[in-house]
């Protein structure tokens, strides 16, 4: 364990920060214990130290602070423009996070009695922001120097191994990515660049390394978050450059080429900078929040992928004013909708009913300023 190579300190210094972390929470190797209905998480993101901050949540979705895990890896102190640098692995068996400020990938192992780190790995370039696994293959987006994606495997134990010659880069020099994310099979790797207003495609072969990419124009301007819903089809949000009001949500099929076709073209949310997007696991609605707004906007997803509106003002919820909120994350029974706010650094929590409407619930206050991802389960 923890035998890859570090560029920015010797390894002794790092698992010293582990060390006192863990003995700072009683000493336990395992630390943050889940609920028995599942847990949330966010990241801390701090530049001094980064750590997985642990929710457990109960039956009616309320959360819990059930202690932080440090990643043993650096944040930024601020904001990521990312979707995806904390991710479960689709058995929740596995947490990955970024490590922004120290180019790294930590791997935790969740247990009932809560996470235990595992591996701490070079991310393959600078400023990793974004993750995604299809079975036993991760690939991390590097948002830093010129950009690029860069793929490893994890063994049995969780420790991550690069795939050789995995890098490739991205449209062109640091076009300002925000996410990657595999196609359901596997078979596609996508990656949005925000300052290009372009979405890669990567076909991914047998022996997990990606080929290209093939920039694709996106239907609107600054194409940010994904999601895949259960069909493999693409929902893309576009955040139009933080014009008011102008932000939107676009469907595509992908082919095993990698090629896009749209579906429905930016459907507009009617809010400002709609930037992360979630999917409900049966498909049946998709949520982006909208920062600029502090709301988030609800869409039905038809059987051929298109999108439609659940409320005409485009307000499905609100989540405070001045909140900003950023990431989001369903729980893996689609009952409860989670999302991170950047303005007033709280965990919002809603109910999702049948018909898709979002019921506010009690939520969590006092994170830290510049905490990053939300995943849950």
């Known amino acids: 364990m923890f035998s890859r190579t570090y560029t920015?300190?010797?390894m002794f210094i790092v698992l010293a920060i582990a060390i006192l972390f863990a003995f700072a929470l009683g000493g336990a190797a395992v630390a943050g214990a889940a609920g028995d209905s599942g847990a949330v998480y966010t990241m801390t993101n701090a530049a001094g130290g980064n750590a997985v901050a642990v929710f457990s949540r109960a039956a009616d979705?309320?959360?819990?602070p059930a202690g932080t895990v440090p990643t043993g890896g650096l944040g930024t102190g601020g904001g990521l423009g990312n979707q995806g640098g904390l991710i479960l692995s689709q058995d929740h068996r596995w947490l990955f996070a970024v490590n922004a400020g120290s180019n790294e990938i930590s791997v935790f192992q969740v247990r009932r009695d809560g996470l235990r780190l595992?591996?701490?790995?070079?991310?393959g370039g600078e400023l990793p922001i974004s993750l995604t696994v299809h079975d036993e293959l991760l690939y991390v987006l590097n948002a830093g120097g010129d950009g690029n994606i860069t793929g490893f495997r994890f063994n049995a134990h969780g420790e991550l191994s690069p795939v050789s010659n995995s890098t490739r880069p991205l449209s062109s020099a640091a076009p300002g990515p925000a996410q990657v994310a595999f196609r359901l099979d596997g078979r596609v790797l996508v990656v949005t660049e925000k300052g290009t207003n372009l979405i890669d495609t990567y076909t991914v072969g047998g022996d997990g390394r990606a080929n290209g990419p093939m920039p694709q124009a996106s239907s609107g301007q600054t194409p940010f978050g994904m999601a895949f819903d259960p069909r493999g089809r693409l929902f893309v949000s576009e955040a139009f450059g933080g014009a008011p009001d102008q932000s939107a949500l676009s469907s595509y099929t992908v082919s095993n080429a990698g090629s896009l076709a749209v579906i429905s073209a930016s459907?507009?949310?009617?809010e400002t900078a709609a930037c992360w997007v979630v999917i409900t696991g049966d498909g049946r609605y998709a949520y982006t929040t909208n920062t600029g707004s502090s709301s988030i906007s609800g869409y039905r997803i038809s059987r051929d992928g298109t999108l439609t509106l659940l409320d005409d003002d485009g307000r499905t919820a609100e989540t405070g004013d001045g909140s900003s909120p950023i990431d989001a994350a369903v729980s893996s029974d689609s009952e409860f909708l989670y999302a991170l706010t950047g303005g007033t650094n709280t965990?919002?929590?809603f109910q999702v009913g049948a018909d898709g409407s979002l019921t506010p619930l009690p939520g969590i206050s006092g994170l830290p300023a510049g905490?990053?991802?939300?995943?849950?389960?």
Request: charged share 10%; hydrophobic share 45%.
């Open 118 to 123: 595992v591996d701490i790995a070079s991310s």
């Open 267 to 270: 459907v507009g949310t009617t």
């Open 371 to 377: 905490a990053n991802g939300l995943a849950a389960r």
């Open 61 to 64: 979705g309320t959360l819990t």
């Open 347 to 349: 965990i919002v929590a």
């Open 8 to 10: 920015h300190r010797p």
